[in-house]
């Protein structure tokens, strides 16, 4: 779970808890089953979503999270735990953790947070098409490091739940949004119309600085598109630079759900690349992202 998706479930829970407890691993030596950001919340029954490496360390902080949460506390205070005998850890490292208490009236700073964690660390995707696999992609993606712009002329055919990371937009012309995609934005294309799937897909080939352009079809139907956009006058670059069919090569299945977690599968994977190229100044690596 991301630290992202973490806070919004820390949101959610104090709608109706009076306090949550919220676990992060402020620093890490040596080796630790988890480093340093990874957190974890905590309710006071004792429930967890999220993870700082599970074992005594985390039986042992669940704990005091539960006791303190009992006697009333808010705030924030450190602990250091060095994972050896003494927690029944071998790890042999240590980590200092940071646990935070937070009641109701703390909802305003947490989202002021868990905005800036978005802002800094999520990758913006336009998702053109509310189909069914539309559907199903953005409840794999909720959990997941994406910031996603859910675009359809049809008002009606978006769910009444929508993750928190998602924004829904009705709009008479989706091409017009291609113009709005981010810097080293994704792009991902699966509208109800070939026609304008391809109007969509030219626009995206026009800018050099998108990140991903993916259409969801057969390779059957990239030949085909292929040959209209050369026609229109996209050269050889620019189709390379299309991803049809999506998803993750080996992993098969028509179903909703199965599509939806091979194309988020290969998202994670070439978003971590495109970070790497981001980190080493890596220009191939970039250039390969798009095939």
């Known amino acids: 779970m991301t630290t992202l998706a973490l806070f919004d479930r820390l949101l959610d829970r104090l709608v109706t808890d009076n306090l949550v407890a919220l676990v992060t691993i402020h620093a890490a030596r040596g080796s630790t089953p988890q ?19 599970g074992g005594a360390l985390e039986y042992a902080i669940i704990n ?8 009333g506390t808010t705030g924030t205070l450190k602990r250091h735990y060095p994972l050896g005998p003494d927690l029944g ?21 947490i989202q002021s947070k868990r905005d800036a964690i978005r802002h800094d ?15 199903a992609l953005v409840m794999a993606l909720a959990p997941l490091p994406f910031t996603v712009s859910w675009i359809d002329e049809r008002a009606e055919i978006f769910p009444d739940h929508i993750p928190r990371n998602v924004y829904a937009k009705r709009v008479d012309n989706p091409i017009g949004e291609i113009g709005n995609i981010p810097h ?23 800018r050099n ?49 199965v599509i939806a977690a091979s194309i988020a599968g290969d998202l994670l994977i070439r978003r971590q690349a495109l970070q790497h190229a981001d980190e080493t100044g890596s220009v191939d690596v970039k250039e390969r992202l798009a095939g």
């Open 35 to 53: 480093g340093e950001g990874a957190s974890m919340m905590i309710t006071q029954e004792g429930a967890i979503s999220g993870t700082i490496g």
């Open 64 to 71: 005091e999270a539960v006791h303190l949460m009992k006697s």
């Open 89 to 109: 850890q071998c790890c042999g490292g240590s980590v200092e953790i940071e646990l935070g208490i937070f009641d109701q009236s703390m909802r305003a700073d």
């Open 121 to 135: 660390s999520s990758t913006p995707l336009y998702l053109f098409g509310a189909g069914h696999v539309g559907r």
């Open 184 to 206: 080293e934005g994704f792009c991902l294309v699966m509208t109800h119309s070939h026609p304008l799937d391809l109007a969509l897909v030219g626009a995206a080939l026009q």
């Open 209 to 257: 600085d998108i990140a991903y352009i993916g259409l969801i079809g057969s390779a059957t139907k990239r030949a085909r598109f292929e040959s209209r956009l050369r026609q229109s006058g996209q050269g050889a670059a620019a189709l390379k630079r299309l991803v049809c069919p999506v998803g993750l090569p080996g992993l098969y299945g028509k179903e909703p759900a």
